[in-house]
C-alpha cells in the first residue's frame, strides 16, 4: 500500500537543518506551556452511518493555537508530544475531556454517539493504560460503549500478543476499538484476524481516488469484502464529494468521515448540528410524538 505524504513535506526541504531544529527546539517548549497554560482544544467531527443515515460518532481531535507560533498541525506536534513522553499528559486530557463531553451530550437528552479518541503507541503502551482509560470513564460517569479507541497498525503489530490481550481487556470493560488509517503502514491482511477490533478506518489516501483508479477502487472493494467476513465495519476517512460517497454506498461501506458530511467543530458546534440533521433532543422528540 502506497503511503500518502502529507504537507510536511514541502516543509522538510525547504528549511536547512539549523532552522528545523530551532523549530523542533520551539515547539516543544511551547507545547510545554500550552499544556500547563491549557491552550489546546478538542474539536469534533461527525461520522455518518450509512444504513441510518444519522451520526453515529463523533472524533475528537486536537487543535493547538498558540500566541507566538499560531495554529500549529497535529501532524507535526503530535510526534514531538510521542518522542518528549508529552503524549502521555496530553493524551490522558483528550480523552478525559472528549469523554466529559460525550457524558454531556448524553445527558442533555441527544441520541447516544460515541466518541472516538486517537491513541498513540506510547499512550497505549502504558502498563496502566486501561486502568487509566476505566477511571476516566468512571469520572466521566460515561458507559464504555460510548467511547472508541483508534489505534494504528503500528501499535497493533508491535508485540502483537501483548496488544490483543491489551484490546481484549479493554473490549470487556465494552469500549470498542477502531483500527485507524488503515492501509498507510505495513498492512497484512492476515493478521486482522486476530486483532480484535470492530472498527476499520480506511485512510483517505485511498478515498480520494476511488472513482478515477481502478486499484482504488479494487483496494477499497476487497477490504470492506474482507472485513465485513470477518465481522469489522468499515468506516471511509477524508470522504469529500458526492460521488465518493455514492461509490462507498454501493460498496457497502458502513460509515463515513470527511468535509463532506462534516468539518471538525467545536462541542457547541456539534450542538448545532445535532439541531440541524434533526437528532432532536429525546424530551423534544416525545413531545413532538405525543402531541400528535
Ligand atoms: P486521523 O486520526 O486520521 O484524523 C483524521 C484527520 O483527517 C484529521 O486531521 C481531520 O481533520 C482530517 N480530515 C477529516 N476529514 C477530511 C477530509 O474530508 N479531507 C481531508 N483532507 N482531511 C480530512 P487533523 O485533525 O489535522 O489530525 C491529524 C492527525 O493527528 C490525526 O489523523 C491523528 O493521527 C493525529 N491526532 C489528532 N488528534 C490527536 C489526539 O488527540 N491524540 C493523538 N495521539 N493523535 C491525534
Ligand atoms: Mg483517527
Ligand atoms: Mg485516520
Ligand atoms: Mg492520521
Known amino acids: 500500500f502506497a503511503k500518502d505524504f502529507g504537507g510536511n513535506q514541502y516543509q522538510l526541504f525547504s528549511s536547512s537543518i539549523g532552522q528545523q531544529t530551532n523549530r523542533r527546539l520551539q515547539l516543544e517548549q511551547r507545547l510545554r506551556k500550552a499544556l500547563e497554560q491549557n491552550h489546546l482544544e478538542v474539536v469534533y467531527q461527525p461520522k455518518l452511518n450509512l444504513y441510518t443515515n444519522r451520526i453515529s460518532g463523533v472524533e475528537a481531535l486536537i487543535r493547538w ?17 510521542e518522542e518528549t513522553g508529552m503524549i502521555i499528559p496530553i493524551g490522558k486530557w483528550v480523552l478525559e475531556k472528549s469523554s466529559q463531553q460525550n457524558g ?5 437528552g441527544y441520541p447516544p454517539i460515541h466518541v472516538c479518541v486517537n491513541i498513540s503507541s506510547k499512550q497505549f503502551l502504558q502498563d496502566d493504560f ?3 482509560v476505566q477511571q476516566v470513564l468512571q469520572d466521566a460517569d460515561l458507559e464504555p460503549k460510548y467511547l ?10 508491535y508485540k502483537i500478543d501483548d496488544t490483543i490481550e491489551k484490546l481484549l481487556h479493554l473490549k470487556q ?4 476499538i477502531s483500527l485507524d488509517d ?19 478506518k480506511i485512510d483517505r489516501s485511498f478515498i480520494n481516488g ?13 477490504i470492506i469484502s474482507l472485513s465485513h467476513s470477518l465481522g469489522i465495519n468499515v468506516v471511509a476517512e477524508g470522504v469529500e464529494d458526492e460521488l465518493q460517497l455514492k461509490t462507498l454506498r454501493q460498496l457497502h461501506c458502513d460509515e463515513i468521515q470527511g468535509y463532506y458530511y462534516a468539518m ?12 440541524e440533521k434533526g437528532e432532536y433532543l429525546l424530551d423534544r422528540r416525545t413531545l413532538v410524538t405525543t402531541g400528535g
Open 264 to 275: 471538525p467543530m467545536t462541542a457547541e458546534k456539534v450542538n448545532h448540528f445535532f439541531d
Open 65 to 81: 493555537n498558540d500566541p507566538i507560533l499560531g495554529v500549529v498541525s497535529p501532524d507535526e506536534f503530535i510526534p514531538i508530544a
Open 104 to 108: 454531556e451530550w448524553n445527558k442533555s
Open 173 to 176: 470493560l465494552g469500549v470498542s
Open 210 to 222: 476511488i472513482y478515477e483508479d481502478k486499484q482504488d477502487f479494487a483496494i477499497i472493494d476487497s
Open 130 to 132: 486501561v486502568k487509566m
Open 148 to 157: 472508541n479507541l483508534e489505534i494504528t497498525e503500528g501499535i497493533a503489530l
Open 182 to 200: 488503515f492501509g498507510t503502514g505495513y498492512s497484512s491482511l492476515s493478521y486482522l484476524k486476530r486483532l480484535p477490533i470492530d472498527y476499520l
